[in-house]
């Protein structure tokens, strides 16, 4: 399926205009919500952001890493991308949601570590830089209120930017929760691309 999605990818003007608010999301610190119909290609856009094609299976696995040919690829992916892409489970709890992307950023943030310093003979055990600039949620309507704070913990206390990615009506369910709401910067609405509509017709 990633690999299928890696060969299909192609660079819309939508997917041009994402990358631009992922930017402008990183350069003014703030919360971004992407929202847009079904099957527009948001998804697609936010992994090809983040090289979760080829980063995330490898993320997700973990067991096995010290041995993956592509775990010179992943690293220096992930050094370039500095991002994570999540997907909440249907009905997960926030205790999935935190086991989950807790061992997610711990993976990201190693495999950085280990492309910018892997080569230092005698790194400090014990580091406080921390290198993951950006955390995507996919499909941002599953997280419950609970789940919400957790990510806007994540965006401030460690200083990691969030996108919030989910369908038309997102916005509005958010600005009832002001706690979050009050970092949200803009709303990128994710249209239906041209090329994408003709080639699917
Ligand atoms: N940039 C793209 N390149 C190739 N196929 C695309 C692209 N964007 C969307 N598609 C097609 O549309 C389908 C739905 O895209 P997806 O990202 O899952 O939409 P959304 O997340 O907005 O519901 C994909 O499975 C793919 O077939
Ligand atoms: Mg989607």
Redesign the pocket.
């Known amino acids: 399926m990633s690999g299928e999605?890696a060969r299909?990818?192609?660079?819309?003007k939508?997917?041009r205009r994402f990358t631009e608010f992922a930017e402008a999301v990183r350069k003014h610190r703030y919360v971004g919500l992407c929202y847009?119909?079904?099957?527009?290609?948001?998804?697609?856009?936010?992994?090809?952001y983040a090289h979760w094609d080829l980063a995330g299976p490898y993320v997700e696995a973990w067991a096995g890493r010290r041995r993956d040919p592509l775990r010179a690829k992943v690293r220096s992916a992930l050094a370039r991308s500095r991002t994570i892409f999540h997907t909440p489970s249907v009905l997960g709890t926030l205790r999935d949601l935190k086991e989950t992307l807790g061992e997610h950023i711990t993976r990201v943030d190693t495999c950085i570590d280990d492309h910018l310093y892997g080569h230092v003979k005698c790194r400090a055990i014990t580091r406080d830089e921390f290198h993951i600039e950006m955390l995507i949620v996919?499909e941002a309507e599953r997280l419950s209120v609970t789940a919400l704070e957790f990510i806007r913990d994540i965006f401030d206390r460690r200083g990691v930017d969030v996108i919030l990615?989910g369908m038309p009506g997102m916005e509005k369910r958010l600005s009832r929760y002001p706690q979050l709401y009050s970092r949200v910067g803009f709303a990128h609405h994710?249209g239906l691309?041209k090329a994408?509509n003709s080639?699917?017709s």
């Open positions: 999605r299909k990818f192609i660079a819309t939508e997917h847009g119909a079904a099957g527009g290609g948001k998804t697609l856009s936010a992994r090809r996919d990615i994710y691309c994408m080639r699917s």
